[in-house]
């Protein structure tokens, strides 16, 4: 799958990696799709596809999968990884699994014979694994959860992906499931800018037209927003799940008391022996001329 790198990494420094995305939720995602499976240090498992809420559709979870499914389809051998369904909506509590084929992979996958580390990377809300949790919690010590989401310690504040599960990330937080936090403050430094994409993206291959055509196609969808985007620059913000299993930014972290989530999506601290890692800086060079560099090498431009 990676035979076009001039290198390869030795099996014993391989993961398993399960992706679980809300694709069609906006225009980050498949860049952080992308930049997985270009990635040999990957053994991925799977592509779950994520709910986003029901705002702008009832069918959120179905849209995200025809998204990884097209994606897939442009990148030829290297996107011959298998997409299961998630959760259509987020868990009715705290305590109630809502069951799907993403949440059975989670299950599956956890609990093989597989001496190979299993990380499990959520773009999206957490809906898939706090529900394989509440179904099995022995996967707790299995593998590790790298979420994008959530808000700025110590306060908390609105973020996307956690909207569309409070319940969820609860879960997660009050579980032994080792747990990684890319909070927003954090996942927005990942700033591209629409002439850095149609330099470094879209020469390369259908992919790259494609990945930087739908975040036009966004950008431009999206105009009337007078905060977001700003017209000229987008955030990565996803990319860092992918980066941070390349190199896991010692310096770039802190171990938290995990907190209790409120509706308003505010933080409640409570000293308690559950810890989680929370990120508090990720490089954006690293990340992205990482992407940049596979992406080109993945599909050479042809010289005259």
């Known amino acids: 799958m990676h035979n076009y790198l001039p290198f390869d990494v030795p099996y014993q420094k391989k993961i398993?990696?399960?992706i679980n995305t809300d694709a069609k939720n906006e225009?980050?995602?498949?860049?952080?799709?992308?930049?997985?499976?270009?990635?040999?240090r990957f053994m991925i498992k799977g592509i779950i596809a994520a709910h986003f809420g029901t705002e702008r559709t009832n069918e959120s979870m179905l849209e995200s999968y025809e998204e990884c499914e097209y994606v897939l389809s442009l990148?030829?051998?290297?996107?011959?990884?298998?997409?299961?369904?998630?959760?259509?909506?987020?868990?009715?509590?705290?305590?109630?699994?809502?069951?799907?084929?993403?949440?059975?992979?989670?299950?599956?996958?956890?609990?093989?014979?597989d001496p190979s580390p299993l990380?499990?990377?959520?773009?999206?809300?957490?809906?898939?694994?706090?529900?394989?949790?509440?179904?099995?919690?022995?996967?707790?010590?299995?593998?590790?959860?790298?979420?994008?989401?959530?808000?700025?310690?110590?306060?908390?504040?609105?973020?996307?992906?956690?909207?569309?599960d409070i319940n969820a990330a609860n879960v997660v937080m009050q579980s032994p499931i080792e747990f990684w936090q890319v909070p927003r403050n954090v996942y927005t430094t990942i700033r591209v800018s629409l002439a850095e994409l149609a330099l470094k993206v879209r020469p390369y291959g259908a992919i790259g037209q494609y990945l930087f055509q739908q975040m036009i196609e966004v950008n431009d969808k999206l105009a009337d927003n007078m905060h977001f985007p700003k017209g000229?620059?987008?955030?990565?913000?996803?990319?860092?799940?992918?980066?941070?299993?390349?190199?896991?930014?010692?310096?770039?972290?802190?171990?938290?008391?995990?907190?209790?989530?409120?509706?308003?999506?505010?933080?409640?601290?409570?000293?308690?022996?559950?810890?989680?890692?929370?990120?508090?800086?990720?490089?954006?060079?690293?990340?992205?001329?990482?992407?940049?560099?596979?992406l080109a090498l993945f599909n050479p431009v042809q010289q005259n």
């Open 27 to 40: 225009a980050d995602d498949q860049f952080a799709i992308v930049h997985a499976l270009l990635t040999p």
């Open 119 to 164: 990380y499990v990377i959520f773009l999206g809300p957490l809906t898939d694994m706090a529900s394989a949790y509440l179904a099995e919690p022995r996967i707790a010590e299995k593998l590790t959860c790298v979420w994008i989401g959530g808000g700025k310690y110590p306060e908390g504040e609105w973020e996307f992906n956690l909207k569309n």
């Open 232 to 294: 000229e620059k987008w955030s990565l913000g996803d990319s860092p799940a992918v980066s941070l299993l390349l190199d896991a930014h010692d310096y770039g972290w802190e171990m938290r008391s995990a907190p209790h989530i409120t509706k308003e999506m505010y933080y409640v601290h409570k000293p308690t022996e559950r810890k989680i890692r929370v990120y508090h800086d990720v490089d954006s060079r690293f990340t992205l001329e990482d992407m940049f560099a596979k």
């Open 75 to 113: 990148m030829g051998d290297a996107g011959k990884v298998p997409v299961f369904k998630g959760a259509p909506h987020a868990i009715p509590d705290e305590q109630t699994p809502v069951m799907s084929e993403g949440a059975e992979l989670i299950i599956r996958e956890a609990m093989s014979d």
């Open 16 to 18: 398993r990696l399960i």
